[in-house]
């Protein structure tokens, strides 16, 4: 498989983003199998809903402080050494942790070292984007989702032992496992990867700032948002989005306690949401790359909200009902994180990258610090509330889009200047 994509998809993008690609199914069949677990294996764990919405805030509240820190510490010490000892603070040590984890405390503390993965979400995006055309961004982004979804197909299997030897022993044995194996990744990731020109300049730049006077610098960026063109409304589409998401913690919740679905049931549903994705990548993007960006952002979100509306009618018991709209939920997911970040990245200036980068990460972290917490206390009251105000959202997300969309067909300057693909 590796094979075939650096044969064809990847064969002209930068040498970064195509062995980033290549290594990213390594943390992919680990990563994706132990969030989509992590709900019930912390419930099988003796933790609550409150408690595990109190993690989710915790962790969203912590991760804004690494945050501030962030850019500072990339444009310091560089994009490709900040990733691998990141990688190994924010994952290795929390993947041993979280095997071992018998009590709210334990978890906590996981959650905390997980969050300084925020200054890896900006080292490791710049170290793979940097260097590729901005024309090429969305099919990397695209690639990049693609292969999380499709290492989603791992989770039957997980599933099966889960059936058989129970959720909370099959996940302390997979969390070890994927201690060892993303350990190895990160170390052989580092080895085949380079600093980027980008990158470069700015370490040579920030090496007469104080760590201080650096951290001063990238909060001071978020004030400047406002200032360059677009960027401001896309912040906010893309703050809402990252909310969005926040919420939908609760959904294997409320798929297996509410609507009644086994462990081995819902293990299929990654299943299904990376045959969806495969079949976007393939047959949709394709075609959605000759509309005007806009115009996609307003159709993915259609799709979301008609997803998010779905869920509420699904009957309890109804398997293939339910399968199918996880599946529309699933790819509009895809779609939307897709499009999103490459509007993002092609906004922000050649430079002060990592700085308003970084801000944009910030504003969101910040606003969306209650959001985890907001979805346990109302999950624990009214379960199918929480997925009211999530389709609520939706609606008003896709409000969003379609503004958006006629902003960007009906102005030329100012906020309101041609989005760039």
Known sequence: MARGIQLSALADLPRNARNLILMEPLWGVFGTVVLYYAPLYMRSAGLTSPQIGLLGSLTLALSFGFQALAAPITNRFGRKRTTLIGDLISWTIPMFVWATAHSFAAFALAAAL???????????????????????????????????????????????????????ATMRGFYALG????TVMFVWRDAISQETQTGQAAMDQHRQLGLVQSVRHALGMVATLRSHPGLQSMTVFYLLTVFIEQLSLFQILFLGETLNF????????????????????????????????GRTLVLTRSLGLLGAAALLLVPAGNAALMLVVVAVIGGATFLTQTYRDAALFARLPTQGTADLY??????????????????????????????????????????????????????????GAELKR
């Open 358 to 415: 970084s801000a944009v990460q910030t504003l969101t972290l910040l606003c969306s610090i209650p959001a985890a917490g907001l979805a346990g206390a109302i999950f624990a009251a009214s379960p199918h509330s929480l997925f009211v105000l999530i389709a609520a959202l939706s609606a008003a997300l896709l409000v969003l889009a379609v503004w958006l969309s006629r902003r960007e067909g009906g102005a030329r300057g100012g906020e």
């Open 262 to 293: 086994s462990a081995q049931t819902l293990s299929f549903v990654p299943v299904v949401g990376a045959a969806v994705v495969v079949g976007l990548y393939w047959l949709g993007l394709p075609r959605l790359a000759g509309l005007p960006l």
């Open 179 to 182: 201690g060892v194996g993303m």
């Open 114 to 168: 997980s969050a300084s993965g925020r200054i890896v979400a900006v080292s490791w995006s710049l170290l793979l984007i940097e260097d590729v055309g901005e024309r090429q961004r969305a099919r990397v982004f695209g690639i990049i989702n693609l292969i999380v979804t499709v290492c989603g197909l791992m989770t039957p299997l997980v599933g099966l032992v889960i059936a058989r030897s129970g959720v909370e």
